[in-house]
């Protein structure tokens, strides 16, 4: 009982009632016997053969056989001084005292539903310098109701002003997209679970100004109950030396039909370094029902990373790696998840079964392996990292697709969609999305800028013009909608033209280098070199980016020539 269940079954602790007195376990003997027969408890959803994890202590058959033996003959309790020491945990915190404790505001009181409940935090991290974290320690601070957490750092505003959108502590609803996990790390919490802390040299980076973004998914209690989870977190002082590689497996256009019970979705990636696998960190919904996840090797060997045959969305874990696996350039990382979205499904949260499409709500369905991958060097891991992004982003682009199937209607949909598109270089379908959101918001300058914009990417520079125009008839003070138009017209030939325009955005920006930029071009076009040159040192005061800067020096070395 000491070794594998006290972790939880103590005062305090996320089990639901302390196992850590012989008198403790002697009166629930037989349930004891019976939940560790069904491997019920421990809690570990892997299969045993999948046994390489940190703070797997799943029994043997010859314990649990023990244990029911023990049980029939009426629970004795052999010799107390025998008794081992029951295990300390100290202080609460078990990996020692925090350098710094964050909590929300105020408790949340969670009513007496009778349905889950899920709640949303930002808290923020009264840090004033760039600080570098080994690890975390949560406390759900009422062990009863709270089931999971998941913990991202948002080093944006986003999700804080959501929180304080809702008069209550904390929001509901869902995390915004710029809630991510600190680069190349994994953060969250199950019962039981405390991720050990790294070693300083594979800390992660915390700035100033970000909030610890905080999901609880909490399972009422019958009364009203308050909740105010505690977060510890560890600091070094050195800067990390290595940054792991987040990989995400998976598929974001999930549609099951109604009754389908064998729903498969595949992914996989072929590892074009060595790294070493340190942890990994599957996700699915109600409807999954088995999990894996394989590493084939070059030389056809296999390894199974992750196998579940019985999903429970209840128990998000991260499975850690106790020793680093090697896995060699040419490995194969796969997944394959299976749904069941039958009646038959007891956690189908649907009943009758409905068409499911892939999202972020609970009721949708979600499908991700996630991979912890260490490479050996910064030049590996650069490679790797830039192939992972536009993996991951291709397959965010299916995401937004997918929502866009259920909501066609939601203009911010289409516009994120349209910057990822926009992102990976393929203006035309960021140009149909574009369109879309100008369509719904008929009234908003910005939806046209941005069709604007996509157009004059796409090379459709007569149609970016009437938008970036329609754009200025909307709201005849945009500046850098002046500054885009601007700068087609100046390709299009059309120099008076572009000249009135980045007149009217370097008057209404002239903080803006790109519209310096432009507006001494279209003067030296004209002939007017020395108010383009003018105009380029203004430019050349005002603090740029690297590649800008060269850009600007250059322009004004190539006037100097033309004056000449
Ligand atoms: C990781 C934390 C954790 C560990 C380790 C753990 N338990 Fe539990 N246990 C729980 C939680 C949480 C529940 C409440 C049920 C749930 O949420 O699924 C529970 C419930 C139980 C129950 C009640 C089951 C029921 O049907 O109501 C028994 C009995 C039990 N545990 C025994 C054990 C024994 C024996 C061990 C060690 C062999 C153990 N547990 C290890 C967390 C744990």
Not at 17 to 24: A, R, S
Not at 89 to 117: E, N, Y
Not at 305 to 323: A, K, L, N, P
């Amino acid at each position: 009982m000491f070794d594998a269940c006290v972790s939880c079954h103590r005062g305090g602790g996320p089990g639901p009632f302390p196992l850590t007195t012989y008198e403790d376990v002697r009166r629930r003997a037989t349930q004891i016997a019976q939940v560790t027969r069904s491997r019920f408890m421990p809690p570990w959803k892997v299969e045993p053969g999948v046994s390489h994890f940190v703070g797997q202590r799943l029994l043997t058959d010859t314990e649990i056989a023990l244990i029911e033996t023990w049980a029939k003959r009426g629970a004795p309790e052999g010799e107390p001084a025998a008794m081992p020491p029951a295990p300390t945990f100290a202080d609460g915190w078990l990996l020692g005292t925090p350098s710094l404790v964050v909590r929300p505001d105020q408790p949340f009181v969670l009513p007496a539903l009778d349905t889950d409940a899920f709640r949303i935090f930002a808290i923020r991290i009264p840090i004033t310098r760039r600080t570098y974290v080994t690890g975390l320690e949560f406390h759900p601070g009422n062990a009863r109701v709270v089931h999971h957490a998941n913990i991202r750092i948002d080093r944006t505003d986003a999700a804080r002003k959501l929180d304080e959108a809702d008069p209550l502590p904390g929001y509901d609803g869902l995390m915004p997209r710029t809630a991510e996990y600190p680069e190349g790390h994994f953060l969250g919490w199950t019962p039981g679970q405390v991720a050990p802390l790294v070693p300083p040299e594979l800390a992660w980076t915390l700035e100033p100004g970000s909030d610890l973004i905080v999901q609880l998914h909490l399972q009422p209690s019958g009364a009203a109950e308050e909740v105010l989870p505690e977060i510890g977190l560890y600091f070094t002082d050195q800067p990390p030396q290595r940054v792991p590689t987040i990989l995400r497996l998976g598929s974001q256009g999930i549609d099951i039909p109604p009754g389908e019970s064998q729903y498969v979705i595949r992914d996989s990636y072929v590892l074009p370094v060595d790294v070493q696998l340190l942890a990994v960190q599957p996700h699915a919904h109600y409807r999954a029902r088995e999990i894996r996840g394989l590493a084939t090797l070059p030389d056809g060997s296999t390894r199974l990373v992750m196998h579940i045959r019985d999903w429970d969305f209840r128990w998000q874990h991260v499975y850690r790696e106790r020793t680093p696996v090697p896995l060699p350039k040419g490995t194969r990382l796969s997944m394959e998840y299976t749904y069941d979205n039958s009646a038959a499904n007891l956690r189908n949260p649907e009943v009758p079964p409905a068409r499911v499409f892939w999202g972020q709500r609970s009721r949708d369905e979600m499908g991700d392996l996630w991979f912890q991958l260490l490479a050996s060097n910064e030049h590996d891991r650069l490679r790797m990292q830039a192939e992972v992004n536009s993996k991951m982003t291709s397959e965010d682009i299916v995401g937004y697709e997918t929502m866009l199937k259920v909501t066609p209607d939601d203009a911010e949909l289409h516009d994120d969609v349209a910057l990822l598109y926009l992102g990976m270089g393929l203006a035309a379908n960021a140009v149909r999305h574009f369109q879309a959101s100008a369509a719904l918001r008929p009234e908003s300058a910005s939806a046209q800028f941005n069709l604007g914009t996509a157009l004059a990417a796409a090379g459709r520079l007569q149609e970016s013009i009437a938008a970036f125009q329609q754009a200025l008839s909307r709201r005849p003070d945009y500046g850098v909608a002046h500054g885009n138009l601007g700068r087609v017209l100046l390709v299009t030939g059309d120099v008076a033209g572009s000249l009135t325009h980045f007149q009217e955005a370097v008057k209404l920006e002239p903080l803006n280098p790109q519209n310096l930029l432009g507006l001494s071009e279209a003067l030296a076009l004209r002939g007017a070199i020395d108010q383009a040159i003018e105009t380029i040192e203004r430019a050349i005061k005002l603090p740029l980016p690297e590649t800008l800067a060269k850009e600007v020096l250059a322009k004004r070395a190539m006037y100097r020539k033309m004056r000449k």
